[in-house]
């Protein structure tokens, strides 16, 4: 049974000084799947990805999260309606621990806002919701360490973590492997498929065997529009993608 989209959008566009980077895109993510968005370097994948999550603004079009309306929306408006993303490149405080890093998170996620300096005893209320969140992502054994010690891909791990920590109905992975060696990208395939459960997630993503594990829906984008979408077994084989991707063994095979 097809689920209902809980993401949407019609005729999304993004213009940049004569240049339409997202062209006229539809979009229908379906609840409680993994939707990949794919494609070669340049076809608009991260430009859809930032107008999904209101980091840019549309020049035409409509972005719905069930029945609202999120066009034109803040990021931190579109992340307290439910939609939160991680980003490529990791931004951490190198002098913080993990468990640091969730309870700000937490606390900044709710009505006290950034006031938890006023008082240490303010955080200690998110301690233990921290500590199930990085249980969540394998770093029970690393709470206490400063971030800066920790592999980079268990600094990805903190960042899903601290996505997860917005409690999220729609979760967006920017690259989540980017930078991977096969140990972690394994790890981050597993860690993700834990997650997806109760959410809908979106990624974008280069790697096609991460694709082809987790995304049961894939939109592969060219010069900002869609060129074909459908299960990866389907896509793999279209004559349009395998020519989008000339020289790529991943999809070409």
Do not use: C
Request: proline content about 4%.
């Amino acid at each position: 049974m097809t689920m209902a989209p809980i993401l949407t959008a019609r005729g999304l566009a993004k213009e940049f000084r004569g240049f339409r980077a997202v062209d006229g895109v539809d979009l229908d993510i379906a609840e409680g799947g993994v939707h990949a968005l794919v494609g070669p370097n340049g076809a608009g994948k991260t430009t859809l990805f930032n107008l999904l999550t209101g980091f840019l603004k549309p020049t035409a079009g409509r972005i719905a999260l069930g029945d609202k309306d999120l066009t034109g929306s803040s990021p931190e408006q579109i992340a307290r309606l439910g939609v939160a993303r991680s980003f490529q490149i990791t931004s951490l405080f190198p002098q913080l621990t993990p468990q640091d890093h969730l309870e700000l998170a937490l606390a900044g996620s709710t009505t006290l806002g950034w006031r938890f300096w006023r008082s240490d005893r303010v955080l200690t209320r998110f301690r233990d919701r921290a500590a199930e969140l990085l249980e969540q992502v394998g770093l029970a054994d690393h709470a206490e360490v400063p971030v800066a010690t920790l592999a980079y891909g268990r600094k990805r791990a903190l960042e899903l973590a601290l996505a997860l920590a917005l409690d999220p109905q729609v979760l967006l992975l920017d690259e989540p492997t980017a930078g991977m060696g096969l140990e972690d990208v394994d790890r981050t395939v597993a860690l993700i498929d834990r997650v997806r459960e109760g959410r809908t997630v979106v990624l974008v993503e280069h790697n096609m065997k991460v694709v082809s594990s987790l995304a049961d829906r894939v939109t592969v984008l060219q010069h900002g529009q869609v060129l074909v979408e459908g299960p990866y077994a389907e896509i793999r084989r279209d004559p349009r993608v395998i020519s989008a991707y000339l020289g790529d063994a991943d999809v070409a095979h």
